[in-house]
């Protein structure tokens, strides 16, 4: 069953440079750094290429650990396996030098530790501090530079569009898996990826406004 998984995600993968155009708006610079597409530059691809695969084997193994609660056991393998070294020594050679390759590594864990945040798994929670309390894991406040100014904690916004589309990734393979994927479907996760955005925009790319209760008046997004 996870060798199927495994094939059946590579097959939807060779499909995802054709999904970009069932969305409505081309897919920003920050897909084309972390996801293929059709924009993907050469010296890129391998990158990126190499790291979706690293995911959809890791994916795989953990479905073969424990198939009712993959995502879990993908993050322990990721640890007990020493996953981290590893993947950032495969990484070097396709082109991921320095510490591009560490965190294409994390990006990896990543995926499979807050699954449950992923932009296709579920609108946003009305509650914001439940939604975002993936902010303090070590690997995603490095992924998206979470760092501190005059006593506030920001995170940068193109690092952090990278690592919303990267997190969709399972969400766009599924979409990806027929060869006419749904319109409807597409539009649907866009919208999903825009309201994340939207919400790092409106707080200001702050950590502690993201943490705050959507309805408080002081500092109301809608």
Request: hydrophobic content about 50%; glycine content about 6%; proline content about 6%.
């Amino acid at each position: 069953a996870a060798a199927g998984l495994l094939r059946r995600r590579l097959e939807a993968a060779l499909r995802l440079p054709a999904l970009e155009a069932r969305f409505a708006s081309p897919w920003p610079e920050a897909a084309r750094a972390v996801l293929p597409t059709a924009g993907t530059s050469a010296e890129r691809a391998a990158g990126v290429w190499g790291t979706l695969l690293a995911w959809c084997a890791l994916e795989a193994l953990g479905r073969a650990a424990d198939p009712g609660d993959a995502d879990r056991a993908a993050v322990r393998l990721f640890e007990r396996l020493r996953l981290r070294e590893a993947l950032a020594d495969a990484f070097e050679p396709l082109g991921l030098a320095g510490e591009e390759r560490w965190r294409a590594a994390a990006r990896v864990r990543a995926a499979f530790a807050h699954a449950h945040w992923a932009p296709g798994a579920a609108p946003l929670e009305a509650r914001p501090a439940a939604a975002y309390a993936w902010l303090d894991d070590p690997d995603v406040a490095w992924l998206i530079d979470k760092h501190e100014y005059e006593g506030t904690h920001y995170f940068r916004k193109e690092a952090f569009e990278r690592m919303v589309w990267w997190m969709a990734l399972r969400a766009l393979l599924g979409l990806a898996a027929t060869p006419r994927p749904d319109v409807e479907a597409a539009r649907a996760l866009e919208r999903r990826l825009l309201e994340r955005m939207r919400t790092a925009e409106a707080a200001g790319y702050r950590v502690d406004a993201l943490l705050e209760p959507s309805e408080a008046p002081s500092r109301s997004r809608n």
